[in-house]
């Protein structure tokens, strides 16, 4: 992957920085003008518009003409950004933190047993690119493990899965981003759904050797209808003491379409669902758009720690710093400080995973 990325640089990065000033500019001015509109400019015109009009044929020109790129150069650039991603990597600080992870991941593939990744981070996470195209490079060393933890419908603009589809109808509220950060009752991913209308569905496809719905249990909480398939399947209550709630399925071998129903006028929070392999590996997208470390903080513990640990991961990764590094308040004592207390509480949650 590394190869691949530093060739398309190698090849890209000479054509920009040789491109001459006109032609960017050109480029720049006209790349949303159709090609249609030159040739249909009438033969019998004003003096103004042919000179206009052949000022932008001769610029096009120089576009669609672009000088080759020397072989020389372009090696000199894949040197040069090679040699930059290796210092960089030379940089790595404690290695020795991921030790753990690598023989959990050894052991299970002995033993035949699922390995578990979570990265919280924000929208280079919630994309699911940066974390798919790590998915699948380990996926296809060690196995799949299925999704594993998968948000409740598409609780907002920008979160996909390149690996599942899921669906809501309108009925539900979004609580933990930003706009709507709500009671911090959020759950795993820090996101939750929540509905008190009855007929409200939350869909799900895809295929795994145990599926699971992760939900908040609260004193009055509604009951969901589980279906499998346009199949009845169970009746899920969500009320009780105040905590994490639970409810596991183990479906048939193959891809499925599963849906919960609200039965009643009555409040029911969705945090997610979890598709999981018996062995496999699963690299699980926690993000929101637009955060910071720091927002781990307002979630609250003992639901989000009960959710981690039943993740079991092997591996946590943090991938903030964007937003922090944008904004105008950025205090790197309080950064910090806050990491430090985030790091905290993932080691109380899980004392075992590695954490990058």
């Known amino acids: ?87 960089r990597q030379a940089h790595f600080e404690n290695p020795a933190a991921l030790v753990p992870f690598f023989e959990l991941l050894s052991q299970a593939q002995q033993l035949g047993q699922p390995v578990h990744i979570l990265q919280f981070g924000d929208s280079h996470t919630a994309s699911d690119d940066w974390v798919n195209a790590m998915r699948i490079e380990f996926q296809t060393k060690y196995g799949s493990g299925g999704p594993g933890f998968v948000h409740a419908g598409r609780p907002y603009k920008g979160y996909r899965r390149f690996d599942a589809s899921g669906s809501n109808s309108t009925g539900w509220i979004t609580e933990g981003t930003l706009a709507h950060l709500g009671d911090g009752q959020e759950g795993l991913s820090g996101v939750s759904i929540s509905t008190s209308r009855p007929g409200q569905t939350v869909t799900l496809d895809t295929s795994g050797d145990l599926l699971e719905v992760y939900y908040l249990q609260q004193p009055g909480g509604g009951s969901l209808q589980f279906s499998s398939d346009g199949n009845p399947v169970d009746t899920i209550s969500t009320d009780g003491p105040l905590g994490p709630g639970f409810y596991s399925f183990t479906p048939a071998p193959g891809t499925h379409h599963y849906e919960l129903r609200t039965t009643a006028y009555a409040p029911v929070r969705l945090f997610g669902w979890t598709s999981d392999n018996k062995q496999g590996l699963t690299f699980e997208t926690l993000g929101i758009n637009g955060a910071q470390a720091n927002i781990l903080l307002g979630w609250d513990q003992s639901i989000w720690s009960a959710e981690v640990a039943r993740r079991n991961p092997a591996l946590i990764i943090l991938a903030y710093g964007t937003n922090e590094a944008n904004s105008r308040r950025f205090d790197p004592e309080q950064y910090r400080a806050d990491l430090t207390a985030v790091i905290q509480r993932l080691r109380k949650a899980s004392q075992v995973a590695s954490i990058l």
Do not use: N
């Open 1 to 87: 992957m590394k190869q691949i990325l530093l060739g398309l640089l190698a090849l890209t990065l000479p054509a920009i920085l040789t491109a001459s000033p006109a032609t960017r500019r050109t480029d720049k001015k006209h790349r949303h003008t159709p090609a249609a509109k030159v040739r249909a400019v009438p033969v019998h015109t004003s003096s103004v518009t042919s000179r206009r009009t052949a000022r932008y044929r001769r610029s096009t020109k120089r576009v669609i003409a672009a000088h080759p790129i020397p072989a020389a150069m372009r090696a000199e650039a894949f040197t040069t950004v090679s040699e930059r991603l290796d210092a």
